[in-house]
């Protein structure tokens, strides 16, 4: 083959990888999702099922809805790229057969909770001793060693229990008695679940060529839900119980400006009010009487008075179609995104033009076109290798012919180990342009495993999280809860890089740097002189990423968005809602982190590459395709089928009752997921309602399903009269999938999370001793590093001085002329 037309080499390449079933009459889809990147970015994967096949072939979308368990939408987006085989997990050869696949792979996803595990002898104990170098990934709902370890879970319970539910429909709950908690549209905490598991396991790759041995990680549902609400936690450690972003914590009331509002012709999300956007809001409304009141003058007083603005500026969208409003937004720089539908996203110009949307073509489905890869790589890019597999259709290839043998162009290589790192990225160094949420997030992964993370900051135009809440009630720079929550464990130096000699400093820096990133708009960097093309120069091997809202290229790439309008733009908003109802915007400051956690993986994939090839390359990560790729199936019933789906509030297509109940108390809601009829009984005999079980609506679940409203208000009457604690208990005591809707308060006196040994306490040199959400993962054999988040510019003199070798005279200088802070 010519040079010029050889497949270019992937990321993960040489990797091999075991995805295990979930072994539970509830879909639980983690895995599938993981192992679907480590495989769309070259890895080998094996895919496990059963005989009967996994549970994502069932749920479709079906073409014209006919049922073909080879053709489901779901199935043939989840495991693209994949080799399949099958397991009899009874059968007396299951272990012997397992153990051939085990025996030569990297690393192994293991989504099913322990008692599954030990009964199957798959447990990590057992793994870990029987093969030294793999790494085995627990991904169950609950920690594989806490005390709900044997709990049954759901996507439904992990965003209940996580507190994301709790803040969903964001700032627009007025009736909260008859609004219940809301989980996102989707699958939102099984995908999420599977990038967390991706991170987690690479790192452990990283770590394995430190010490030469693999390791045990724990990367459940919960904890990667709980990483959502960084914000918050980061709030109730530091303020003052009567500040305002504190009271977000106990309230589901509105207490400021949502991020969703109709318009003429639908809904829009525009963000006018923080203080840089007021300004040009004015502007936009056309400079209204109504802006100038003095309730309006400053961004506390917009807050106070949000129902006031919210009216007014109402009044103004509700004369203007949401074209005209994104138009007029964005040509002032005001982030604002239209509220798309499925099909509104499928044809939008933006993703034509990157061709996010991909067709891949399946020997029972035909032509089926999905979402694509959740970031571009330039060097060794994402691709579909093969389509999904038929079930069973690599039994043979894998357990007769190829056995242990692996087809990779170059095999995951048993490097020498490096004991004189403890952690797995020291000497690894980022120069980070990162701000707000998703990059920060990244970034702090990295510096909490040994990377010496650079912050690169400005005192003239700091980070709005750094003003974003306070401590004991008190804002400041250095001051801010939410930062601190987020930003720990990276040095910081303050530049103003609009100053030649500022940009001279970060070329200085970029060229001892092994990775670049930042999220300013498209182009930003190339302005300041910092693009990739120069810097690849000053240091060659470079990774770097760039994240924006809708990428670097495209007609709407110079837009701008912060992450709740981005994930409108996306779909997120108008598929999250209850039944019939309007979008919603999200808790837990969706999809910020979860984008942080994709920018982790793709970080860390780069990495991967550079250190077998030298190789670096750049990263050009959409905020809003990562949202649309975690929306497969909404994407697939109007790819397939033309249906362009709505909000269905916490229901599920499959399963009844699926959804959030009220409980005594005053705004106390519980969870509740059943998939079986046969936990359908156990339900009934645990709410004392024999006749509810007789009912001949609700025999099945396909009856269920059709008589969902009325089946939903029959158990919302039994539930408001139980204590939550009592009833949540006895669901779990007929192991049946049930957890208490947290507030964030709630949550951080759950014992459970309380010992996960995700929850922090670090002295930081002004807010003092307080608790920060770490790692939403545990590692066997990696000791995390927590440090306090820095102060704006504490490391200035620092890294010039001692890293890039400036003298005090310059550094004095250099202060003088406010090139540094």
């Known amino acids: 083959m010519p040079e010029e037309h050889a497949p270019r080499r992937q990321a993960l390449a040489g990797l091999r990888i075991i995805e295990l079933p979930s072994l539970d009459p509830i879909a ?3 895995a599938a999702f993981g192992a679907k990147l480590f495989a769309d970015l070259g890895a080998t994967v094996i895919k496990v099922e059963p005989p009967e096949g996994a549970l994502e072939r069932g749920r479709g979308p079906f073409k014209d809805g006919i049922v073909n368990r080879e053709s489901g939408g779901l199935h043939l987006y989840l495991n693209t790229s994949k080799l399949g085989v099958t397991i009899d997990f009874d059968a007396a050869d299951a272990g012997e057969r397992l153990g051939n696949l085990l025996a030569p792979a990297d690393i192994v996803l293991n989504p099913n909770r322990a008692s599954v595990c030990d009964r199957l002898g798959i447990g990590y104990q057992s793994l870990v001793a029987r093969f030294p170098r793999l790494i085995v990934v627990s991904m169950g709902w609950f920690g594989i060693d806490s005390p709900y370890r044997d709990l049954r879970g ?11 539910a709790y803040g969903t429909p964001f700032n627009q709950v007025t009736d909260p008695p008859n609004q219940p908690p809301l989980k996102p549209a989707g699958r939102q905490a099984d995908y999420l679940t599977g990038y967390t598991a991706v991170d987690a396991a690479l790192s452990a790759v990283f770590d394995r060529e430190r010490t030469g041995r693999g390791q045990h990680v724990d990367a459940n549902q919960l904890l990667a839900m709980v990483n959502m609400v960084r914000p918050e936690i980061g709030v109730h450690s530091h303020e003052a119980p009567d500040a305002p972003y504190y009271r977000r914590l106990t309230t589901r009331g509105k207490l400021a400006m949502p991020y969703v509002a109709p318009c003429r012709d639908g809904w829009i999300s525009f963000t006018g009010w923080p203080e840089r956007f ?3 809001a004015k ?3 056309g400079y209204p009487a109504w802006a100038e009141e003095e309730r309006f003058s400053t961004m506390g007083a917009r807050l106070v008075n949000a129902a006031a603005l919210e009216t007014a500026q109402g009044a103004w969208l509700a004369k203007h179609d949401k074209s005209e409003i994104f138009e007029l937004a964005q040509r002032e720089k005001i982030p604002c995104f239209p509220i798309n539908s499925p099909a509104e996203v499928v044809n939008n110009e933006q993703y034509r033009a990157r061709r996010f949307f991909v067709t891949c073509q399946s020997p029972e489905g035909g032509a089926v076109t999905m979402p694509g890869a959740p970031f571009i790589l330039s060097a060794t890019p994402w691709r579909i290798g093969r389509p999904a597999p038929r079930l069973g259709e690599h039994n043979r290839e894998i357990f007769e012919e190829r056995a242990a043998a692996t087809s990779d162009s170059y095999a995951s290589e048993r490097r020498a180990p490096s004991p004189g790192r403890r952690l797995p990225f ?12 998703a990059l920060p997030l990244a970034t702090t992964w990295l510096g909490v495993l040994g990377a010496d993370v650079i912050r690169i900051e400005s005192a003239r135009s700091p980070d709005l999280v750094r003003l974003l809440s306070g401590t004991d009630g008190v804002v400041g720079i250095n001051r801010s809860g939410m930062f601190n929550a987020i930003n720990y464990s990276k040095r910081s130096i303050a530049l103003d890089l609009t100053n030649p000699k500022a940009g001279e400093i970060a070329r200085r820096l970029v060229a001892m740097s092994d990775i670049v990133t930042e999220n300013f708009g498209a182009g930003t960097m190339a302005r300041f002189g910092l693009g990739y093309e120069s810097l690849a120069r000053l240091r060659p091997g470079l990774v770097m990423v760039s994240g924006t809202s809708l990428g670097q290229t495209g007609p709407l790439a110079n837009t701008i968005g912060y992450g709740p309008n981005n994930q409108a733009f996306a779909g997120m908003c108008h598929l999250t809602g209850y039944p019939g109802g309007t979008p919603s915007g999200l808790g837990g400051t969706w999809p910020d982190f979860a984008v942080g956690m994709v920018l982790v993986a793709a970080l860390q994939a780069a990495l991967y590459h550079q250190r077998r090839s030298g190789e ?7 905020m809003g395709e990562v949202v649309t790729s975690m929306l497969p199936e909404a994407m697939l019933e109007y790819l397939m089928n033309g249906a362009d789906s709505g909000p269905i509030g916490n229901r599920d297509p499959h399963m009844a009752p699926h959804g959030v109940f009220p409980v005594k108390g005053a705004d106390e809601w519980i969870a509740i997921a059943i998939a ?3 936990e359908f009984e156990a339900l009934c005999a645990v709410l004392g309602a024999p006749r509810m079980a007789a009912d001949p609506r609700y025999h099945t679940t396909a009856g269920r399903l059709r008589n969902v409203a009325a089946l939903e208000g029959e158990i919302a ?3 408001r009269a139980r204590e939550r604690e009592e009833l949540v208990a006895a669901l779990r005591d007929r192991d049946l999938a049930a957890g208490p809707v947290y507030n964030t308060e709630a949550l951080l006196h759950d014992s459970a999370i309380a010992g996960s040994g995700m929850l922090m306490k670090v002295a930081h040199p002004v807010g003092g001793e307080r608790i920060v959400p770490g790692l939403p993962v545990r590692f066997a054999a990696i000791a995390p590093e927590y440090r306090p988040a820095p102060l704006l510019g504490e490391h200035t003199d620092e890294v010039l001085g001692g890293l890039l070798g400036y003298n005090p005279d310059e550094i004095a200088a250099l202060r003088t002329e406010g090139v540094i802070g």
């Open 717 to 719: 009457a039994l539930t």
């Open 278 to 280: 007021w300004p040009r």
């Open 28 to 30: 639980y889809f983690a």
């Open 283 to 285: 502007k936009v409304m």
């Open 616 to 622: 670096g390359q750049y990263i050009d990560l959409s």
């Open 676 to 678: 079986t009829d046969a």
């Open 426 to 437: 020291e000497g690894l160094r980022v120069a980070d342009f990162g701000w707000i949420f």
């Open 154 to 164: 759901a996507d439904l319970i992990a965003a209940a229990m996580s507190a994301v």
